[in-house]
T-cell receptor, first 114, second 114 residues
């Protein structure tokens, strides 16, 4: 099992360009998440999807869109990249239950916006 | 939402127990305490969680005070590979799907020294 995979690993964009970060999990989890982590900071939730076909905003959704393509895949799109979106992006998945929420994280995508 | 307070950094000698404290004085009765760690540049990794009883697994022990206002993560025999940022998180459930949102603070940077 690969767990949670993310592509690409690194990306450099110019201001105003668009791109989509891809995430896939092979653990049959219902829930998937996108976080960003700025230098010296903890992770902040951008969007999450509790199940296929549903998405909801997290703490910092502005400037992003998401698509839960199917149970395995959850993509994050930057329509018009800004330097403030320079960050490391982590995707996670979990089988959320009322009494336990263990999330499994991917290796991250390091994005620089010039 | 319950918030957590952790020391910014701690040192520990290799082979000794590492005790990482966390304050969560506003925790609600149905909120769980989670611990994750993030080894340099990698995605966070789940360690342990608990409600009110002490918990132990192959990685660590979690001691929660009787009033649940604080907890301590114990790594019984720290190794150099345990050097990481450790996050204490109170699980917040929201939305009709009961999806748990993990709010990451800045965590404690644990440096294990030879």
């Amino acid at each position: 099992n690969a767990g949670v995979t993310q592509t690409p690993k690194f990306q450099v964009l110019k201001t105003g360009q668009s791109m989509t970060l891809q995430c896939a999990q092979d653990m049959n989890h219902n829930s998937m998440y996108w976080y960003r982590q700025d230098p010296g900071m903890g992770l902040r939730l951008i969007y999450y999807s509790a199940s296929e076909g549903t998405t909801d905003k997290g703490e910092v959704p502005n400037g992003y869109n998401v698509s839960r393509l199917n149970k395995r895949e959850f993509s994050l799109r930057l329509e018009s990249a800004a330097p403030s979106q320079t960050s490391v992006y982590f995707c996670a998945s979990g089988q959320d239950r009322a009494f336990h929420n263990e999330q499994f994280f991917g290796p991250g995508t390091r994005l620089t916006v010039l | 939402d319950a918030k957590t307070t952790q020391p910014t950094s701690m040192d520990c000698a290799e082979g000794r127990a590492a005790n990482l404290p966390c304050n969560h004085s506003t925790i609600s009765g149905n909120e769980y305490v989670y611990w994750y760690r993030q080894i340099h540049s990698q995605g966070p990794q789940y360690i342990i969680h608990g409600l009110k009883n002490n918990e132990t697994n192959e990685m660590a022990s979690l001691i929660i005070t009787e009033d649940r206002k604080s907890s301590t993560l114990i790594l019984p025999h720290a190794t150099l590979r345990d050097t990481a940022v450790y996050y204490c998180i109170v699980r917040v459930a929201y939305g009709s799907s009961n999806t748990g949102k993990l709010i990451f603070g800045q965590g404690t940077t644990l440096q294990v020294k030879p």
